[in-house]
C-alpha cells in the first residue's frame, strides 16, 4: 500500500474550530483562599486574544477536553457519584465516537492520576511496535525513508487505549466499565448532531480517509458529512459493546480482534492476532519534580514530556526572578532551555524496557545548573555546537477534577489526525500511525521534524517515545492547582511548560495563560517558533540580532487545562481549537 504523499505532508493539526462552553452560574465560595492573587496579563498589541477572558467556572468537578458532548459525559458520571477515573475513562471512551480526528480505541496514550489520599501514579498505554517489526521497515531500497510510518496499514502500532482505560479503571475507578462505556455506546448507537467543526476535520482529511473503508461512513455518497446530521456508528456501537461485556477482551481477542487483523492483511499491515493477546499497559511513577516551590507530577518514559518539562523548569529556575512576559529574555531563556532539553529528549530517551533512561540525571537540580551555566544570556547557541558531544499529528488531551480532590491528567493520540487513515471494517473506528513516533532512521527527521537517535529506533514489542505531557502541578500546600496537558507533538511539552510557567510566574488566571503567545524550540530544526501577532517586533528584532533564527507559525498546541480557584474550580478549552468544558 504505498501512498503519493510527500513525506513531509503538512499535518491536520491545531483546527480554529470554536464550539461554545457551558458557564456554570452558581459558585460557592471556598472556606479558605488557597491561591494567591491573579495578575493582570500583558500581551502584545499584535496578539489575536486579549487578556482577562473568562474561563467556565464551577464549584465542585470540572471535566475539560476537546469535545463538549465527551466533556459532558465525564461531568454526568461525577454528578452522579463517580470518581475524576470513572469520569476519566467514560470522557475517553465517548471521544473515540465524538472526536474520531484523535479521540480513540485504535490508538493509545498516557494518563497520570492524583488521588485525594495523596496515591500518584501514571499509566502507560503506548502502542507497541509489531513483533514483526524491522529496524528498516519504513526505508526503501536505496536506504530512503518512505511515507509508510504515517499512513496506511503499516503505519499502525498495536493499539493500548482500550487495555489502558480498563486497567486505569480497575486500580482507581469505582464504577464497572459496563457504566462508563455506556454514554459511549449510546452516543455511537443513537448518533449525536454534527457541529461544522467536526465536518471540517473531517473535509481536511479526506484524501487520507477517502482510501480506506471509512469513506463509507465520513463521505456518503462522495460527500464529508454535514453540519446537522445525526451521526451513527453502528459498526463501533457494537465493538464497544463488545469492550462492555467482556473488558478488554472483548477488543484484543475474539471477532473485534479478528476483524482488526483482517483489515491488516487487506492492506498489507502486519500486527497479527499474537500482537494483540500479548499487549499490556504499564504502571508508572511519575516524574517527580519542584518548580519555585510548587510540585509537578508528569508523565515518566514511554513519555518524553515530563523529563523534558522538568529538565527545562529546572534551567528556568536557575534564574533567581521570572524575566518579564513577552521580553526578549523570556523568550531566550524558554529557547535555550528548550533546546537543550529537546538535545537530551531526542538522543537519550527512548523505551525503558529497551534502553537505559538517565531519568535522575536529567531531572536534577545540579544537572540544570551545568547546563545553565553554559547558556549565554545575549546570544543563541547553535544546536550544532552543542549538539558534537551527543549522538547523532493527532492527539487529544483531556482533564479531570472531581468533587473528591481526585484528578486526572490524560492525553490519547492515534499521532495524525485520524491516525493512519485505516478504517476497520467491522470494526469501525481509526488506527494509529504511531509508528513515525520512533527513529525510522535514526538522524533523520520524522512527521514532527524531530530528529532522533538509536534509543528510539524501532525493535519488536518497543513502545516509540512520545512527547505527550500529561501533568498535575501541586500548590505548595499540596493541593492540585492544575490539571494541563496538550496536543501537537513535540510541541505539547513547550506549550504545557508554557502554560504551568503562565500561572506560577506571571499569576496569570488560567484564561489568560491559555490565551497567551506561545514558544516553540525543539533543538533541531535550531529555530524558535512564535505565533502570528504573539512576538513583539521589537523583541523579534533583538531575538534576532541574538542570533535566533525565528519562524512564524499559525498556532501552537491545543491544550486543555483545569485551575483551582478560591471559588472552586476554572476549566479553558484550547481557545485556538475547539472543545468544551463542563463542571457543576
Ligand atoms: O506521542 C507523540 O508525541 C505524538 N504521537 C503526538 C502527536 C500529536 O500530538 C499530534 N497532534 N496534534
Not at 491573579?38 to 469535545?67: E, I, K, L
Not at 523570556?330 to 523505551?351: T, V
Not at 547557541?381 to 481526585?406: C, F, Q
Request: proline residues 6%; aromatic residues 8%; contains cysteine.
Amino acid at each position: 500500500m504505498t501512498s503519493s504523499l510527500p513525506r513531509r505532508a503538512s499535518l491536520v493539526l491545531t483546527g480554529v474550530l470554536f464550539s461554545a462552553a457551558c458557564r456554570s452560574s452558581t459558585i460557592s465560595p471556598a472556606p479558605d483562599a488557597t491561591s494567591p492573587a491573579r495578575v493582570a496579563a500583558n500581551f502584545p498589541s499584535s496578539w489575536r486574544f486579549r487578556p482577562g477572558a473568562a474561563a467556565t467556572a464551577a464549584p465542585h468537578a470540572m471535566v475539560v477536553s476537546n469535545d463538549s458532548i465527551a466533556s459532558r459525559v465525564g461531568r454526568d458520571i461525577i454528578a452522579r457519584g463517580g470518581n475524576a477515573v470513572d469520569a476519566a475513562v467514560a470522557t475517553g471512551f465517548a471521544l473515540a465516537v465524538t472526536y474520531p480526528f484523535a479521540g480513540n480505541i485504535g490508538g493509545g496514550g498516557f494518563m497520570v492520576i492524583r488521588m485525594a489520599d495523596g496515591r500518584t501514579e501514571a499509566i502507560d498505554y503506548r502502542e507497541i511496535a509489531p513483533l514483526a517489526a524491522t529496524r528498516n521497515m519504513y526505508l526503501d531500497e536505496n536506504g530512503n525513508l518512505t511515507d509508510k510510518s504515517i499512513t496506511g496499514h503499516l503505519a499502525v502500532g498495536v493499539p493500548g487505549s482500550v487495555a489502558g482505560m480498563e486497567e486505569a479503571l480497575r486500580k482507581y475507578g469505582t464504577l464497572p466499565l459496563k457504566t462508563v462505556i455506556a454514554p459511549a455506546i449510546e452516543l455511537a448507537d443513537h448518533g449525536f448532531v454534527l457541529d461544522s467543526g467536526f465536518s471540517r476535520q473531517v473535509e481536511a482529511s479526506q484524501r487520507n480517509i477517502s482510501r480506506y473503508e471509512g469513506a463509507r461512513l465520513f463521505f456518503p455518497g462522495g460527500h464529508v458529512v454535514r453540519p446537522g446530521t445525526l451521526f451513527k456508528q453502528p459498526e463501533l456501537a457494537y465493538t464497544l459493546r463488545q469492550i462492555a461485556d467482556r473488558g478488554s477482551a472483548g477488543f484484543y481477542s475474539g471477532p473485534v480482534a479478528d476483524s482488526l487483523v483482517a483489515e491488516m492483511k487487506r492492506g498489507g499491515g502486519i500486527i497479527t492476532n499474537a500482537d494483540l493477546l500479548r499487549y499490556k499497559p504499564e504502571w508508572r511513577t511519575p516524574v517527580k519534580g519542584t518548580y519555585r516551590g510548587y510540585s509537578i507530577l508528569s508523565m515518566p518514559p514511554a513519555s518524553s514530556g515530563g523529563i523534558t518539562m522538568m529538565e527545562t523548569l529546572n534551567i528556568l529556575e536557575t534564574y533567581d526572578k521570572p524575566a518579564p512576559f513577552g521580553s526578549t529574555q523570556w523568550a531566550h531563556r524558554l529557547a535555550e532551555a528548550y533546546q537543550r532539553a529537546f538535545l537530551d529528549r531526542n538522543s537519550k530517551l527512548g523505551d525503558p524496557a529497551f534502553i537505559d533512561v538517565p531519568q535522575a540525571e536529567l531531572t536534577s537540580k545540579e544537572y540544570a545548573r551545568k547546563l545553565r551555566a553554559k547558556i549565554d544570556d545575549q546570544h543563541h547557541t547553535p544546536t550544532s555546537m552543542l549538539v558534537a558531544s551527543r549522538e547523532p499529528m493527532h492527539t487529544t488531551h483531556y482533564s479531570v477534577v472531581d468533587d473528591k480532590g481526585n484528578a486526572v491528567s490524560t492525553t490519547t493520540t492515534l499521532n495524525s489526525g485520524f491516525g493512519s487513515a485505516v478504517w476497520v471494517r467491522g470494526g469501525g473506528y481509526f488506527l494509529n500511525d504511531e509508528m513515525d513516533d520512533f527513529a525510522a532512521k535514526p538522524g533523520s527527521p520524522n512527521m514532527f521534524g524531530l530528529v532522533q537517535g538509536e534509543q528510539n529506533a524501532i525493535q519488536p514489542g518497543k513502545r516509540m517515545l512520545s512527547a505527550m505531557t500529561p501533568t498535575i502541578v501541586l500548590n505548595p500546600k499540596g493541593q492540585v492547582l492544575l490539571v494541563v496537558g496538550g496536543a501537537g507533538g513535540p510541541t505539547i511539552i513547550t506549550g504545557t511548560s508554557q502554560v504551568v510557567l503562565d500561572v506560577i510566574d506571571y499569576r496569570m488566571s488560567l484564561a489568560d495563560a491559555m490565551r497567551a503567545p506561545r514558544l516553540h524550540h525543539q533543538s533541531l530544526p535550531d529555530s524558535l517558533s512564535f505565533e502570528r501577532g504573539g512576538l513583539d517586533p521589537a523583541v523579534a528584532d533583538s531575538l534576532r540580532a541574538m542570533g535566533h533564527s525565528l519562524k512564524q507559525v499559525g498556532s501552537l498546541v491545543n491544550i486543555n487545562a483545569i485551575m483551582r480557584t478560591d471559588a472552586g474550580w476554572d476549566g479553558v478549552f484550547e481557545p485556538r481549537s475547539r472543545g468544551g468544558a463542563v463542571g457543576y
